[in-house]
């Protein structure tokens, strides 16, 4: 069933804004479709424009529909799942991937849980009446497509399989030895103007020489990498190091938190995507996929498998020649899949992409809380076409999140590269949210740890990044109090992280022992929060102390400089560049780890070296801060090395 909607659909981020946009809607799959799993459906016209398309996949816990007779609402394990296509010719296509949660004492909440694909390079696919399969019977699956109208990024020509067709499974050592996945060549359309390589990687398996970890592929990091000729065109991971540790549905019932090869439990498989029009010759491309071969000490992980799926998306000529989007907010919003990370009343933080022949150097945002005040933040770098990019939106004190009390934020794109904007249909885009919890009184933090306190530690920042308190080194089985006295009205943000990311408390892990964490209120013997055991990486909560009540505007500077700093690239793995502008004079640099330390500091001239180099930061994997002061001026950024 097709209907058109104005688009606040299921109170989800990446919905443009209400005023401008339409959409349609294809219900396929619902919950009360038990057991059904494939169909045909009824799509919109192939000669309909639409500038995106969402696939909403959302699953509920049912206890009649799982294979225990009941026994758990969701079903207990983890399985692979597809979501295919067959087009009218017969040919299959995978277009998305999804692996069920360890269902032990999980809920999925009275509506479900829905995770989001973006599905427009499938849209030729996704036209008149389309056979459609997805998900397995473990629970209930409500499975929407969301049709964005307006003129397409650009036309998909074609959208080429590559090794094979729907999905392959192939072993690491046929992998390894490049007897299957070997080279081969894409006849490329005549007008075709920009190419894609879109992958989809799972890694499987439990299998090595010794049965020690890592056993391959479940548990075993490899790069992966494509070729044209003997020339690299790149060098991907598809580890998850801690995506499955900070995964929003938790706690799962079994192991749940985990780093894996390519997926985790209860969680969509993330595609990786890269240009590769550079390397068309004439009317074909070249490629060959190679991997990390087996170690020759461990031929054991040959044994393992890989599932994969590669296509090649042929496009015309991007339609826009300056078109940038506001591709997603991440924060603030009541997002489900955000919901680890929020509430929030720190930076915004959004991802933006550029849709355009040109390249994207510079973007002029604007944004606000409705009934606030408005900002602007001139970002700079370098996006390629479809590339995107995660930024924070500065914000002068969590007093910007003091508005109407309506809880909705929007960013618009006011210009590109210094010019209007050509597409204004993306340019805008909202999300509703939840403001924090509001403490007058005093309060104090309370933390018992475990067996294994050396993982543990825990940092309080304020709006800004300033450390407040960080505890490190702590002792087993001990309880710690923190009174947070003295502090200033204001958004502060707690974070207690674990190292072995299997929280204080993990049934897998017993040797452990069990801890807890919480707030209390200083006065009274009351616990404000109690937070759960088994978090995986982090428990991240943000409160405010009585300032964000209703009343007086907060002063805005007047002509504030623009703080133009970036790091690029960011994420990376320890060599970057500190771009700077509007910036002059000596400051001080230092990079710290998540609780403070500082591992980094130099004194850096801006006016003799604007794009201060870093190379080889030898730090672990993790988040850090980078961190320019002069005087009263402080800039922070968050840097992600991998």
């Known amino acids: 069933m097709i209907r ?212 391959c592929c479940e548990w075993k990091n490899n790069t992966h990498s494509m070729y044209s000729g003997n020339v690299l065109i790149k060098d991907w991971s598809v580890w998850q190091t801690l995506d499955c540790a900070d995964n929003p549905v938790f706690p799962q019932g079994g192991t749940w938190p985990y780093a894996r090869e390519g997926w985790c439990p209860g969680d969509r498989v993330k595609d990786t995507e890269f240009d590769v029009t550079r390397w068309r010759t004439a009317d074909s491309l070249q490629l060959d996929y190679k991997i990390t071969p087996v170690p020759e000490t461990n031929l054991g992980m040959g044994g393992g498998n890989y599932i994969m799926a590669t296509h090649i998306i042929q496009y015309e000529k991007p339609t826009f020649l300056k078109d940038a989007e506001v591709y997603d907010i991440l924060s603030p919003s009541t997002a489900q899949i955000n919901s680890k990370f929020s509430p929030s009343c720190t930076e915004p933080k959004i991802i933006i992409r550029n849709n355009s022949f040109d390249t994207l150097t510079e973007l002029l945002i604007e944004y606000n809380i409705s009934g606030g005040y408005t900002m602007t933040y001139l970002w700079k770098g370098k996006l390629g076409f479809l590339q995107m990019q995660t930024i924070h939106l500065p914000i002068y004190d969590a007093g910007f999140y003091r508005g109407d009390g309506q809880g909705n934020f929007t960013c618009s794109i006011k210009k590109f590269n210094g010019a209007p904007d050509d597409n204004s249909q993306n340019n805008t885009l909202n999300s509703r949210f939840k403001m924090p919890d509001i403490y007058k009184d005093k309060i104090f933090i309370e933390f018992k740890t475990n067996n294994f306190p050396l993982e543990n530690r825990y940092v309080l920042r304020d709006s800004r990044d300033s450390i407040i308190l960080s505890k490190d080194n702590l002792a087993a089985n001990k309880v710690y109090r923190d009174t947070l006295k003295n502090i200033k009205p204001g958004c502060y943000t707690l ?37 759960g055991l088994d978090f995986g990486y982090r428990i991240y909560y943000t409160f405010i102390i009585d300032s964000l009540q209703k009343g007086k505007q907060p002063e805005i500077p007047v002509d504030p400089i623009v703080d133009e700093t970036i790091l690029v690239p960011n994420p990376n793995q320890g060599s970057f560049t500190i771009i700077t502008a509007n910036l002059s004079g000596i400051y001080e640099l230092e990079i710290m780890d998540a609780i403070g330390r500082v591992v980094y500091k130099k004194s850096v001239d801006i006016d003799l070296d604007p794009d201060i180099k870093i190379d080889n930061l030898r730090v672990l994997s993790g988040i850090y801060f980078v961190k320019l002061n002069q005087g009263n001026t402080k800039i922070v950024r968050r840097l992600i090395i991998e």
């Open 495 to 531: 974070e207690l992280l674990d190292d072995g990311t299997d929280g204080v408390s993990f049934w897998a892990n017993p040797d452990q022992g069990s801890g807890y964490f919480r707030l209390r209120k200083a006065t009274a013997n009351t616990v404000l929060k109690n937070f």
């Open 4 to 215: 058109l909607t104005l688009l606040f659909l299921l109170g989800l981020c990446l919905m443009p804004q209400l005023a401008i946009s339409q959409t349609d809607t294809v219900q396929t799959f619902s919950f009360t479709d038990s057991t059904k799993r494939s169909g045909v459906f009824l799509f919109p016209k192939a000669n309909k424009p639409y500038r995106k398309v969402l696939m909403l996949y959302t699953l509920k816990c049912y206890p009649k529909v799982s294979k225990y007779d009941g026994k758990y609402a969701c079903g207990e394990w983890d399985y692979l799942t597809y979501t295919f296509v067959t087009d009218k010719k017969g040919v299959v296509y995978e277009i998305g991937r999804y692996i069920t949660p360890y269902g032990i004492n999980l809920t999925l909440g009275p509506n479900g849980f829905t995770w989001i694909y973006d599905v427009t390079d499938y849209l030729n696919l996704l036209t008149d009446s389309v056979k459609l399969s997805a998900g397995n019977t473990q629970e209930l699956l409500d499975l929407k497509f969301v049709f964005f109208q307006g003129a397409p990024i650009a036309k998909v020509i074609k959208i080429d399989q590559v090794w094979n067709t729907g999905v392959s499974s192939y072993s690491y050592a046929d992998l390894s030895s490049n007897k299957r996945m070997s080279a081969t060549s894409i006849k490329i359309d005549t007008n075709t103007q920009r190419l894609k390589l879109r992958s989809r990687i799972t890694g499987h398996g439990h299998n090595s020489n010794d049965g020690k970890y890592p056993h």
